[in-house]
């Protein structure tokens, strides 16, 4: 548990603040570190360490802020958006069934977020801290909320932001990949298959 714990909130808080946001400082100087990987040595192979490791000190030397307003801000297009029901619903919106479904998961287990703007919480970074806070608090709800609400689409947008030409978040979508694809082995966890609309 203090694996997801400490790997869903050092990735969540990366995809979802902003890379000025004082909030993901710690972050960011984390991945400056020069032998940060070593984390994950025992849990994630040697190869995708190597990938994401290039390419997270690679985005590190290019502007922040330009790759994050490109992928999760716009104005353009988002090439891969970061929430779960753009691609689980067949109209490719947010705020889809796939997001009623886990609000009434939250609903029902009295999980309130704290979010000071009015993002749907199927946004990846949410449900990555999500998933950490459920490890520290509530370990007994993280298999239900892994294999039914988030491992059903997260690779999918992970694999997708991967081929991305912004190096930041491709190699932390690799190292995602990995961590997530550890987790379902570590609880054993049976993830439904479903069909993706984008």
Request: glycine residues 4%; without cysteine.
């Amino acid at each position: 548990m203090k694996w997801i714990s400490t790997t869903g909130r050092l990735l969540g808080a990366a995809f979802y603040y902003a890379p000025d946001d004082e909030r993901i400082a710690g972050v960011l100087q984390f991945f400056q570190q020069p032998n940060w990987q070593q984390e994950w040595t025992s849990f994630v192979d040697e190869k995708t360490q190597k990938k994401s490791t290039a390419l997270i000190t690679e985005g590190l030397h290019q502007n922040l802020d330009e790759q994050y307003q490109a992928l999760f801000i716009g104005p353009n297009a988002l090439p891969a958006p970061p929430w779960g029901s753009v691609y689980l619903d067949p109209e490719s919106v947010i705020f889809g069934q796939s997001l009623l479904a886990l609000r009434t998961f939250l609903q029902q287990h009295q999980i309130a977020f704290q979010s000071n703007q009015d993002e749907p919480e199927d946004h990846i970074g949410l449900m990555l801290m999500l998933a950490a806070y459920l490890a520290e608090n509530r370990p007994h709800l993280l298999p239900e909320f892994l294999s039914q609400h988030l491992l059903t689409w997260a690779s999918h947008f992970l694999k997708q932001l991967a081929n991305t030409e912004h190096p930041f978040y491709q190699g932390l979508a690799q190292l995602a990949l990995a961590t997530l694809d550890d987790w379902r082995q570590r609880l054993n966890l049976s993830v439904p298959q479903v069909r993706f609309y984008r």
